[in-house]
């Protein structure tokens, strides 16, 4: 019996090595049959540099004071404006997103005008925390007092196409609001901690998807879409928000605050790049890992401040990612000219 079975597995052996060949070539039909059923997967560690301020000051828009200056980094939305992710995007259909790590490096500080301290010994304290599926619309406030449409040769809109309508521009105080304010304090994951001008410090965060959902979303890399043109550090506001024209819009022109309901519900019939855009700052139900972190100052500085105290941050982001759905090569034409 015994030496049928070996029979058997020396005549199997044979086979699978005439067919498939060595260990290399093994490894070679298993990934060329993963990329025939688009469930090829590659990791990658990106590393994404920027820039962002917070501050906490409080504002009146509309008869309601709010405070303002809490700066919601959206993870989704630092990856679009990677030049690493547009190459990956360019290679295949889905992502998600492993591991995220925020380091904070203090770089500027703005002094109360007034404070008795201005001259001297000036500390901060920062509060950092983690939204997960982003932020709920009594967070966000949209002002607006009507569009606002670029001239096509204006530079006013940055980034952003010309002779359009915008909601938001420089020299206004319309935009889009995050209002979180003090309520940062509220959040399970709010971290403090005390910065001091010349002092070499940095807040360093990280954040892992947990639940089932979150570990198992997969992303559309052509789903990451860019909503505004400019982030006003001045008014802390995201500006410029495209929209397709201003009879689209009239329902909301020339009224002050629009918080009411859904912002993303509402900006959806006006503005292309709102509807199911992991990037834009509100929670979505369909988007179940949304990772935003808040930074923000504690306490508020009332809105008569001519100067509020301001925190300028450089950021390095480290977010870990997966792709999967590689895309083939395009074919490439020859022209052949005979004479």
Not at 3 to 25: A, H, I, P, T
Not at 55 to 76: A, D, H
Not at 245 to 258: A, E, F, K, M, Y
Request: hydrophobic share 30%.
């Amino acid at each position: 019996m015994a030496s049928w079975r070996s029979y058997y597995k020396r005549r199997y052996k044979r086979y699978y090595k005439k067919k498939y060949g060595s260990s290399y070539g093994k490894r070679s039909y298993g990934q060329m049959k993963a990329a025939k059923q688009q469930a090829d997967q590659a990791s990658f560690v990106m590393n994404i540099p920027t820039e962002i301020s917070c501050k906490c000051v409080q504002g009146t828009y509309g008869g309601r004071t709010v405070e303002v200056g809490t700066f919601p980094l959206n993870i989704y939305d630092l990856l679009r404006k990677s030049e690493f992710y547009q190459s990956y995007a360019n290679m295949y259909d889905e992502f998600k997103i492993d591991n995220i790590k925020v380091k904070l490096i203090p770089t500027k500080y703005n002094v109360t005008v007034g404070d008795t301290n201005s001259t001297g010994y000036q500390s901060f304290t920062v509060y950092t925390a983690w939204d997960r599926t982003g932020l709920n619309s009594k967070q966000l406030i949209l002002n607006t007092n009507g569009v606002y449409n670029d001239d096509p040769i204006s530079t006013a809109a940055p980034n952003g196409p010309k002779n359009r309508d915008y909601i938001g521009k420089s020299t206004d105080n319309d935009g889009l609001y995050c209002i979180v304010g003090t309520d940062i304090t509220t959040y399970s994951s709010a971290e403090s901690r005390q910065v001091s001008i010349g002092q070499n410090c940095s807040i360093v965060r990280w954040l892992k998807p947990k639940t089932l959902a979150e570990k198992s979303q997969w992303l559309s890399t052509a789903q990451l879409k860019s909503w505004y043109n400019q982030y006003s550090n001045a008014d802390a506001a995201f500006k410029y928000i495209p929209t397709f024209d201003s009879s689209s819009i009239d329902q909301i022109t020339h009224s002050t605050v629009l918080n009411d309901r859904s912002i993303a519900t509402m900006l959806n019939n006006i503005s292309p790049a709102i509807s199911n855009n992991p990037c834009f700052l509100e929670e979505d139900p369909t988007i179940n890992f949304k990772p935003t972190l808040l930074v923000g100052l504690y306490p508020a500085d009332i809105e008569t401040t001519s100067n509020p105290r301001t925190v300028y941050f450089n950021v390095e982001a480290e977010v870990s990612c997966t792709f999967r759905g590689l895309r083939k090569s395009k074919v490439v034409s020859i022209l052949i000219i005979i004479n």
